[in-house]
């Protein structure tokens, strides 16, 4: 009886919204996604596509947006390519034939990658979420990076810890691809400092039951500064350990991992002690990142990440971008108008505060850092450290 | 000779963790025949009901133990009454289909219930004893101490009391426990109760000084499984001193010849010692 009744309530409502909809006369942009929604990194790949949704919502509850005198809403249609780049080549090609998608997210370099063999044919704009300077250094014409090349933060990190606590580098970070990139980059720029790498023993972050052995022994050597980094609890164990087994020197956090969940493993910020990283969010103090944190908290449990921030403010980016470009459907002319689109993005919806964009499509250029002093996190410029 | 010393310890903590994983496995061995795979996610299952005992709910440490303990030897009691003995006269096949088919659920629920993060158990135990330039945290001492005094108290249990003696006259011959008399089914479940028991207590001892998230289990129990293999199947000595082995073999191998390679180390010795003892170190126990 009664579900007979709501369901009749939901039919008229359905019914009406459908005729409201249909006399505003608002056509809808498919935008695309693809990156890991299920296996190992299924929470990042949620998390970025949450950014994505948060700006979605608010646009489309504020009525959607005008190009050209015409009145669009977003709708995001997103596909799970497992981290596997393979994966995300066959849905890219699923959301521009099947979806008619102009734009597509990917959360990863070897998304991007696959992607970027065929986008300036198929004709689609790729928003990449990842650090990875080759992304946009290889000249793709259709392809925006969001956050700032991980290359930006090696010089910074150098100065400040080897200043601080001394020439010895002890390499401790995780055995993946993209922390094999960081150290083969990393090293050099130490080196070049005056440093030295006394010891070397990456570990494998996810499949490692205990940490101790491979900290010890890169405490053997007795470095001055640790070099960490993986997902952010593992780095927190790690710092964890280090500490514990007498280390008083500083870390540098490769980017991947984020101090403020880090230290919540390694027993607080005073474990940071002498450490750089990336700016925790919650750290920004830009009115942008202060209101994103607070609507992340009314929505979700937990703290919210920067991918997720980049990303919300992406979805804003483009949405400036197609009105700027007065088209949702020439993924060149939305391009061309990313720079004006910076513009326009109202201070509220970018908490990282991005006001620049390279000729090749890089966003983040001199990104902030945090430095740890006294148990406090204190925000660094990279521009202050350039050779 | 510090640094030696340091790197035993480290390796006595992780042998004792294995070993208790590997008791528990070895034991159902020696009831089912086949390997549990749903093991690793009984353990896993132990540290969410202690994380959710003590930091959730607030209680004590040994409380969160105690009660992991006895939330997960029930919960594979069920696994044995529901999916095991249902099975029983079926195709070993069938039981290692089933035990993959239980590792998947639990996986699936806890992560359904707590989500994929990693999360973080305290200890209580936060002091570090430093023994002339031996580091040696409260929680590594608790573990060695605690996973050894289990050990004790199972072996004593085994040997000297009638339900122990029934549980291993059950792994020795089959037939001839049915034939003086002992109900099969009562052991069955009393060996699966133990093995839940023991999962659960490593996995509270081992939460503290590591994450908790729902792929923990599949650390362990890749080396619990290679541990009963060099052991011998369904030995306890052998579950015990294969897990020692392990637990050296990483933390000495990975000092000293490369951290890279110490998953590769444990994997040698296994080729190694099963050419010289094609069955295990010690293959009284079964077949």
């Known amino acids: ?387 | 000779m510090d640094a030696f010393l340091q790197q035993a310890l480290n390796g006595l903590t992780l042998g004792s963790i294995y070993g208790l994983v590997a008791l528990g496995l070895t034991l159902v061995y020696g009831i089912l025949h086949v390997p549990n795979f749903a093991h690793g996610a009984l353990y896993m299952v132990g540290a969410y009901v202690s994380y959710f005992i003590m930091v959730e709910h607030g209680l004590n440490y040994w409380v969160a133990m105690l009660g992991a303990g006895l939330v997960v030897a029930l919960l594979s009691v069920l696994c044995e009454r529901l999916v095991f003995h249902p099975l029983r006269h079926a195709p070993p096949i069938h039981d290692k289909i089933a035990a993959i088919g239980i590792l998947l659920f639990l996986e699936a629920l806890v992560q359904m219930h707590w989500g994929a993060d990693f999360r973080r158990m305290p200890t209580p135990y936060t002091e570090i004893f430093n023994f002339g330039g031996l580091t040696l945290p409260a929680q590594r001492l608790l573990i060695i101490v605690g996973a050894f005094s289990l050990m004790g108290a199972l072996h004593l249990y085994l040997k000297k009391t009638m339900t122990g003696s029934t549980i291993i006259a059950m792994a020795q011959n089959r037939e001839g426990a049915f034939l003086v008399g002992i109900d099969a089914n009562r052991v069955a479940m009393m060996t699966f109760a133990i093995a839940g028991f023991l999962a659960a207590v490593g996995a509270t001892l081992f939460a503290p000084i590591n994450l908790v998230y729902p792929a923990m289990g599949h650390l362990v129990i890749m080396k619990a499984f290679v541990i009963i293999i060099l052991g011998g199947m369904g030995s306890i000595p052998g579950a015990i001193v294969g897990g020692l082995i392990i637990g050296f073999a990483e933390a000495l191998g990975g000092y000293y010849l490369s951290g890279t390679y110490k998953d590769l180390i444990a994997f040698v010795l296994l080729v190694a010692i099963l050419s010289i003892k094609p069955t295990g170190l010690f293959t009284k126990g079964v077949r």
């Open chain 1, 1 to 387: 009886m009664n579900l007979t009744k709501t369901f009749r309530r939901l039919a008229t409502a359905s019914a009406v919204a459908l005729a409201l909809g249909g006399a505003a006369h608002a056509e809808e942009v498919t935008i695309g996604f693809t990156g890991p929604l299920s296996g190992g990194a299924a929470l990042y790949g949620e998390n970025t596509l949450e950014g994505l949704r948060m700006a979605a919502e608010e646009i489309n509850d504020a009525g959607g947006f005008d190009v050209d005198g015409e009145n669009y809403t977003i709708d995001i249609e997103s596909l799970d390519d497992k981290y596997s780049p393979s994966q995300a080549a066959v849905n890219g090609k699923r959301l521009v034939q099947q979806y008619d998608a102009p734009i597509i997210f990917t959360p990863h370099s070897g998304g991007t990658f696959a992607l970027q063999a065929f986008n300036e044919r198929d004709g689609f704009l790729i928003m990449s979420y990842t650090s990875v300077p080759a992304v946009t250094a290889k000249g793709n014409e259709l392809t925006v990076k969001i956050p700032p090349n991980f290359t930006d933060y090696l010089t910074p990190f150098t100065k400040i810890t080897m200043d601080r606590f001394g020439k010895k580098l002890g390499v401790a970070n995780a055995t993946h691809d993209y922390a094999k990139y960081w150290t083969k980059e990393f090293v050099p720029v130490w080196r070049k400092a005056g440093g030295d790498v006394v010891s070397m023993n990456p570990m494998d972050y996810n499949k490692s039951a205990d940490f101790y052995t491979g900290v010890s022994k890169v405490l053997s050597e007795d470095p001055d500064v640790l070099f960490v980094g993986g997902a952010s609890e593992p780095t927190g164990l790690v710092v964890r350990q280090a500490r514990e087994l007498g280390f008083k020197g500083g870390f540098v956090i490769m980017d991947q991992a984020k101090m403020d969940e880090v230290a919540k493993v390694s027993g607080g910020l005073e474990s940071l002690e002498g450490s750089v990283g990336v700016v925790p969010l919650a750290e920004y103090n830009t009115p942008g990142a202060e209101r994103f944190v607070k609507l992340w908290q009314e929505k979700h449990d937990g703290v919210a990440t920067s991918e997720t921030a980049y990303h919300y403010f992406a979805m804003y980016l483009i949405m400036h971008a197609m009105q700027e470009a007065g088209s949702v459907d020439d993924p060149r002319a939305i391009r061309a108008a990313i720079p004006q689109a910076l513009a326009k993005v109202d201070p509220k919806h970018n908490p990282y505060d991005v006001t620049d964009v390279t000729e090749d499509g890089n966003l983040g250029a001199d990104p902030q850092i945090a430095e740890v002093v006294d148990g406090k996190v204190v925000i660094r410029e990279t521009a202050d450290y350039k050779d």
